[in-house]
């Protein structure tokens, strides 16, 4: 499974961003694929989820700010991301669990106040 990100990019707080992630599978047959973030010192924690039966989850720290969803057709997977805050600022990370994890290469996100 090959991962790649795009859509990053410098935004001031309250902005929005897309981030894509195409994905080299049919991601109907991926168990779950998810966006997750890793700011400068700190662990890599998941942003947001769905499973190939269509349903999410995302961390509270985003809830009712992101959005992700998936366009079946284009074998991609977005991740909508509105009122963005500084401690949004992150390096942000495509996920396929498929059996064995996969990652994409990320894609830097900037949130400036």
């Known amino acids: 499974v090959t991962l790649v990100e795009s859509g990053g990019g410098l935004v001031q707080a309250g902005g929005s961003l897309r981030l894509s992630c195409v994905c080299s599978?049919?991601?109907?047959?991926?168990?779950?694929m998810a966006w997750y973030r890793q700011a400068p010192g700190r662990q890599r924690e998941m942003v947001a989820g769905?499973?190939?039966?269509?349903?999410?989850t995302y961390a509270d720290s985003v809830e009712g700010r992101f959005a992700i969803s998936r366009d079946n057709a284009k074998n991609t997977v977005y991740l909508q991301m509105n009122s963005l805050q500084p401690e949004d600022t992150a390096v942000y990370y495509c996920?396929?669990?498929?059996?064995?994890?996969?990652w994409g290469q990320g894609t830097q996100v900037t949130v400036s106040s």
């Open positions: 996920h396929a669990r498929a059996g064995a994890s996969y």
């Open positions: 599978w049919n991601i109907l047959t991926i168990d779950l």
């Open positions: 769905i499973t190939s039966g269509g349903s999410t």
